[in-house]
């Protein structure tokens, strides 16, 4: 019950206020950051695709083309997208990494739970240019025993305010989704 009344507050803390932007919610390399770990902690894959750089989203776009591709039956892209070939060239990048991840993450609840069960606090950034910097960021699992652990998110700044560029969570979905094909069965002989 604990972790349902969590994610529940998770997702309702996702939730961009009314009078704010998008560009002024995400206009330091520490908000961006923040939100997009909340929407992930959420398991909201179209609000962390907003928060998400457009290069990045390009980049797991492409991982679900290629890996469609291989797949002549075409089950691999109905999996992830729910679509067909004419549907899936018609989606952007952010809506193939919304649906990508929400299949993958759903068919693998031990990633799911530990991708919200932690806590996440933004520590502070280090502008490397005009357009690039690091957040440096602590997480701990909610489990007993957990130590917490300093990580560092790359963050790139588009017109629409600053966007993740990579991070350890999305090092873990990209592998995650990688591993799709393992998991998946032929069409029946």
């Known amino acids: 019950m604990k972790t349902v009344v969590t994610l529940l507050l998770a997702t309702a803390l996702v939730q961009p206020a009314a ?19 909340r929407s992930v902690r959420a398991i909201r894959w179209s609000t962390a695709a907003q928060f998400t750089h457009p290069t990045t989203l390009a980049r797991f776009h492409d991982l679900v083309s290629m890996m469609s591709r291989v797949d002549s039956t075409g089950a691999i892209r109905t999996y992830l997208t729910q679509t067909d070939e004419a ?10 990494f919304d649906r990508a991840l929400g299949t993958t993450i759903d068919d693998m609840p031990g990633l799911m739970h530990a991708l919200f069960d932690r806590d996440d606090d933004v520590l502070g ?3 490397e240019a005009a357009d690039s910097a690091h957040v440096v960021y602590r997480t701990m699992a909610r489990i007993s025993g957990a130590v917490p652990e ?3 998110m790359q963050m790139g700044r588009t017109d629409g305010g600053w966007r993740v560029l990579w991070s350890d969570e999305l090092e873990v979905l990209e592998a995650a989704l990688r591993g799709v094909p ?8």
């Open 19 to 37: 009078a704010q932007t998008l560009p002024e919610l995400t206009a330091t390399p520490q908000e961006a950051a923040s939100l997009f770990l």
């Open 87 to 96: 549907a899936y060239e018609s989606l952007s990048p952010g809506e193939v």
């Open 125 to 127: 950034h280090v502008l």
């Open 150 to 152: 300093v990580k560092v």
């Open 182 to 189: 393992r998991g998946q069965r032929g069409p029946p002989r």
